[in-house]
C-alpha cells in the first residue's frame, strides 16, 4: 500500500513560480510511477504530468510544456511538479497519484492507470 501526500500549494501571483511536492511512504519509491491530475470545479480530473518509477522518463500535457517541470528525488521519495509562469487559470486542486502496474520506462497519464492517490493541495493563482 502506497500513501501520498502532497504539498506546497497556496496563492501564487501571476508569472510567479511555485513548486508542489508529493511525498511516498509505505512502498518502494523506484517501483512507483507518479502523475500529478488537477481539477477546478465542473471539469474532469485533467492529466498534469507523469514520471517513470525508473530512469526519470517524463511526460507532460500539451498545455503545460515549457511552463512545468516534474522531477523526483529516491533519497527523498519525492516527486516535485516545478511550475513556472503561473497563470490564473492553472488555478485548481493539484493531486498526486501512483501506481506500480507501469513498466520501468513508463509514463501512465490516464486516472485509470493510477491505484494510488493523495488529497490534494490547492494552488489559485492571484493577477
Known amino acids: 500500500q502506497v500513501s501520498l501526500a502532497e504539498s506546497g500549494g497556496g496563492l501564487v501571483q501571476a508569472g510567479a513560480s511555485l513548486r508542489l511536492s508529493c511525498a511516498a511512504s509505505?512502498?518502494?519509491?523506484?517501483?512507483?510511477?507518479i502523475g500529478w491530475f488537477r481539477r477546478t470545479p465542473g471539469k474532469e480530473r485533467e492529466f498534469v504530468a507523469s514520471?517513470?518509477?525508473?530512469?526519470?522518463?517524463?511526460s507532460l500535457a500539451d498545455s503545460v510544456v515549457g511552463r512545468f517541470t516534474i522531477s523526483r528525488d529516491s533519497a527523498k521519495n519525492t516527486v516535485y511538479l516545478r511550475m513556472d509562469s503561473l497563470k490564473p487559470d492553472y488555478s485548481a486542486v493539484y493531486c498526486c497519484?501512483?501506481?506500480?502496474?507501469?513498466?520501468?520506462?513508463?509514463?501512465?497519464?490516464?486516472?485509470?492507470?493510477?491505484?494510488?492517490w493523495g488529497q490534494g493541495t490547492q494552488v489559485t493563482g492571484t493577477s
Open positions: 514520471i517513470s518509477r525508473e530512469y526519470n522518463k517524463t
Open positions: 509505505g512502498g518502494t519509491f523506484n517501483k512507483v510511477a
Open positions: 497519484a501512483g501506481t506500480t502496474r507501469s513498466g520501468r520506462f513508463e509514463t501512465p497519464a490516464n486516472e485509470g492507470e493510477f491505484d494510488y
